[in-house]
């Protein structure tokens, strides 16, 4: 018999060292011992319900398991790579503990359907933990955004002015792209959330268990419906990792908005220094380095889901060995996004904007030339014919140096009789913010229902992760 292997019977010689440190999994799975345990304590309490160990050996086996989880948590457990994984680890242990008791845990159970469990058990933990962090920066979005309502900035397309908006319009458009991310997740969840016990290592049990019954003990929403495909499915990781994709996606873009903004050519926004680096050779330095690497890491994280995706795009059914090459980019996305959610909440809390540079800024690029095309149209001018009008008093803006603003009536006139004195109300950027109240739009009014729209769901969100 291979020596300490639980599937040694069948073997005459000890497997190599040199495959003991390759094939091991302790080394990052350890990390999935709290749901081992859980689960473990699940299926022996299914195993007593069906009738296959009494009363007294379930006890036996609940306190031996609470007493290594203690061990664990102390960091006076015993890792032993030779037996190469969590599950493997925790089972010697209680047999040392509990003695032959222990050995009867494993009935009706397989490594598959058991990792398959934990692994499950483990990513919706973490995905909760998301969603938490994640109100956490809209929360930080939704304070900064009520503290600047009024405040303008030139809006952009292809990174040219386009047109004026409010501040708060800006910062709220990342607050929605969050909440997304937030039901993205409580959706990811509803797959995730999936009892893989009953699965055994692929057909099946023939002990009378029952596996809506275990779903149940484990607060999760549903059974497999399917063996094979529950001890194979790696979906639920997929997605959990296209999730943290799309997060770590809209974080990478307002760190791409903060490190542009935070240019003295822009002077939008004034970097906290506790987010900020200086430069070893240059004094006056104040590099944006945490925005530029959680932007940096978004293409580790996206490394991650490709990899899954790649490993499991040839494998036959059911469970193989390439399978446990889930769990590390799937830990590793989960530090980076967990951890870029954190910063991030903090870092947006304490930027200062400046609202002056903001407006100098606004008054260049021509900005309220939609606002002077539809006030043409309003005049009963066709909107192809005010634009190319409109065109033509920029070039005669451009030309004298000056703003659409600055122009005298007698000069607007000169292209388009049709102008009145009222356009200077028009052209005014706080009047042109003010009036776009369609739902959705920059308007204030338009803000403040976004704001308390938000905040209302936050609010609910938080009760419920509570």
Known sequence: ?????????????????????????????????????????????????????????????????????????????????????????????????????????????????????????????????????LLEVINSLLIQAEQNVQTLLPGFTHLQPAQPISLAQHLLAYAWMLKRDFERIQDCLVRVEVSPLGAAALAGSTYALDPNWVKDELGLGQAFANSMDAVADRDF?????????????????????????????????????????????????????????????????????????????????????????????????????????????????????????????????????????????????PFREAHHLTGQLVSLAEEKKVGLEELSLEEMQTVCPQIEEDVYNVLDYFQAVKRRNISGGTGFESIANQLSELKKWQAEQKKTLT
Request: proline share 3%.
């Open 1 to 133: 018999m291979a020596q300490n292997k639980p599937w040694g019977g069948r073997f005459k010689r000890p497997t190599s060292k040199l495959v003991e440190d390759y094939t091991q999994s302790v080394d990052f799975d350890r990390y999935l011992f709290k749901q081992d345990i859980i689960g473990s304590k699940a299926h022996a309490k299914s195993l007593a319900k069906a009738g296959i160990i009494n009363q007294d050996e379930l006890n036996l086996l609940l306190k031996g398991l609470d007493q290594i989880a203690q061990e664990i948590e102390q960091g006076e457990f015993k890792w032993r790579r030779e037996l190469e994984d969590v599950h493997m680890n925790i089972e010697a242990r209680l047999i040392e503990l509990v003695g032959d008791v222990g050995k009867k845990l494993h009935t009706a159970r397989s490594r598959n359907d058991q990792v398959a469990l934990d692994f499950r058990l483990f990513v919706a933990e973490r995905l909760k933990s998301w969603q938490k962090a």
């Open 237 to 381: 990781v997929l997605e959990a990792l296209f999730v943290g994709s799309v997060v770590q996606m809209h974080l990478s873009r307002w760190c791409a908005e903060i490190i542009l903004w935070a240019n003295p050519c822009f002077g939008f926004v004034s970097l906290p220094d506790e987010f900020a680096t200086g430069s070893s050779i240059m004094p006056q330095k104040k590099n944006p380095d945490v925005a530029e690497l959680m932007r940096g890491k978004t293409g580790r994280v996206y490394g991650n889901l490709i990899a899954l995706l790649t490993i499991l795009k040839g494998l036959v059914l059911t469970y193989n060995r390439d399978l446990q090459e889930d769990k590390e980019p799937f830990l590793d996305t989960d530090k980076t996004v967990f951890a870029s959610l954190q910063l991030m909440a903090e870092m947006t809390l304490q930027l200062k904007f400046n609202s002056e540079k903001m407006l100098q800024t606004l008054k260049k690029g021509y900005l309220n030339a939609t606002e002077l095309a539809d006030y043409l149209v309003s005049k009963g001018i």
